[in-house]
């Protein structure tokens, strides 16, 4: 958060210790954190009207969740072996999980698949993740034993990225979070589609581990510079390894993405609001893993937003709710 300050102060030109002090107020007025603070942009927008059209985290998306959701459902999709075991045919990639299953077959994974990963069923924000690498020198039983030892029971063979995707994806695999709102009459509506992509991490690409994203068009376009909050606050016109261009990037087979996540959208109604991590590899879309807590910052970026008036109004409409004006 200071680092954050520091970067919104020479931004904005306001007083270091004014930035600290409006961040606090807008946590204990609106459940801002100091995330969305500096993604939607209120060391520059500090009209409380304008403000309190962009949701907050812990009071409006907290309300968003609970009202399309039930535990039973957030449990299943929080517990990576639930949902793998429900969403199997859509990860279209092999995967064990070390609780259900022998040494022996552990031994099987292994033999067949080089490189993998692993993770923690119920970590969140890319904590947990581990790629392993087999080596003729790699001592199966050990590593087996460290893997349970480690929690990480979860284990996915390796996805190979879509080739068109390595200039905005070059070190790590790359996802496309999508937002979808399962409306009650049964139809779809797919709420955001945004990219996520590593700056510099070799394993994951997520915005809390200083990866950045963007929105994408109806067409499969980028509209913006990637932007990222961690450590500060960036807009990130090129990717820094390849030099691409982030604006104008088309994602390949964008048609059959949006078919595959509505599909995906109504295997478990009782959850009808998900934020899906979907990628790429050379026969299509595949499935990561679908959030049950979908961070609302990933719809609404400042940026995404020119006229600074935030989506609230959006919100309430697909939600079918109202969310109630904070005093900011």
Request: charged share 25%; net charge negative.
């Amino acid at each position: 958060m200071i680092k954050s300050t520091r970067q919104l102060k020479k931004d904005s030109g306001r007083g270091f210790f004014d930035l600290l002090l409006d961040q606090t107020r807008m946590y204990k007025r609106g459940g801002y954190t100091w995330a969305e603070y500096s993604l939607y942009e209120f060391d520059r927008i500090t009209d409380p009207k304008l403000r309190a059209n962009f949701g907050s985290e812990y009071y409006d998306n907290k309300r968003l969740v609970l009202g399309s959701s039930t535990a039973e459902s957030r449990a299943l999709f929080r517990d990576k072996s639930l949902f793998n075991e429900r969403f199997g045919q859509y990860l279209r990639r092999d995967y064990l999980d070390l609780c259900k299953c022998s040494e022996s077959d552990f031994m099987d994974f292994a033999g067949k698949h080089q490189v993998f990963f692993a993770k923690i069923p119920t970590g969140h924000g890319g904590a947990g993740v581990s790629r392993i690498e087999r080596q003729e020198s790699t001592d199966l039983q050990q590593l087996y034993q460290e893997l349970l030892a480690n929690e990480q029971t979860i284990l996915e063979e390796e996805i190979i990225l879509h080739e068109a995707m390595r200039p905005v994806s070059p070190t790590s695999l790359c996802s496309l979070r999508i937002g979808t709102v399962l409306q009650k009459d049964g139809s779809v509506v797919v709420l955001y589609n945004r990219l996520r992509t590593a700056m510099h991490d070799p394993i994951v690409d997520n915005i809390s581990r200083g990866g950045g994203y963007t929105a994408i068009s109806d067409q499969g376009e980028l509209m913006y510079p990637c932007v990222t909050f961690k450590p500060s606050r960036r807009y990130v016109a090129e990717h820094p390894v390849t030099g691409a261009k982030f604006v104008g990037f088309q994602i390949p087979m964008f048609d059959q993405v949006q078919e595959y996540v509505r599909e995906l959208a109504q295997i478990v109604p009782e959850q009808a609001y998900v934020g899906w991590d979907i990628t790429l590899n050379e026969h299509g879309p595949l499935l990561i893993e679908g959030n049950e807590i979908p961070s609302l910052y990933m719809y609404q970026a400042a940026q995404f937003y020119p006229d600074d008036i935030g989506p609230r109004a959006n919100l309430e409409r697909i939600f079918g709710i109202s969310l109630p004006v904070p005093e900011l």
